[in-house]
């Protein structure tokens, strides 16, 4: 609702001047050359940082709270995106910005759904009585979470370069 609210408000200050999605600009998306490899490592990089200072974020303040602050900014940003795709295009700005998200929210909400659920915030390194044993197991399970979370980034950055440009572009070309 806030994104509702903060795509109208900049709208309002800025005018017809402020067109985010044009149909101009998404006919120009649908015939361009893209090189999807170059999309692929730019996404993964800024997926990363992101994913880093998540995890960073999550260590120091806990998964549960920085899964729920970054569901929220999700849920902002959507809501946003879909206020001014529904300003710019109309109707039509609807499928849009279901077809924008679609195929890859399901990895980034399974991703932040793992460091929710299965984050750990356990500092038991230096505890006394704790064997090598539990250090191993320890361990090993932050290597787990931290590899299943990084997989899904990926998944969802794969899926965001090599699915969804295909997708927007076969929706942009039969509007």
Do not use: H
């Not at 924008?100 to 399974?110: E, L, M, N, R, T």
Request: glycine residues 10%; positive net charge.
């Amino acid at each position: 609702m806030s994104g509702v609210l903060l795509a109208n408000l900049l709208k309002r200050q800025a005018g017809d001047f402020g067109q985010m999605l044009n149909i101009w600009y998404l006919e120009q998306f649908a015939y361009a050359d893209i090189s999807l490899e170059r999309l692929f490592f730019q996404l993964l990089w800024k997926r990363g940082k992101f994913t880093f200072f998540f995890f960073l974020f999550g260590g120091w303040a806990g998964y549960v709270m920085a899964s729920t602050l970054l569901l929220c900014f999700l849920a902002v940003t959507f809501g946003f995106f879909l206020a001014m795709a529904v300003i710019d295009l109309g109707i039509k700005g609807i499928v849009f910005a279901f077809a924008g998200v679609f195929p890859q929210i399901f990895f980034y909400i399974a991703a932040i759904f793992w460091c929710r659920f299965c984050g750990k915030n356990i500092r038991c390194d230096r505890m006394p009585g704790y064997g090598i044993k539990n250090r191993v197991r320890q361990m090993t399970e932050r290597i787990v979470f931290y590899a299943v979370a990084v997989v899904l980034i990926t998944g969802g950055v794969f899926v965001e370069t090599y699915v969804s440009t295909l997708v927007l572009k076969m929706i942009v070309k039969n509007f």
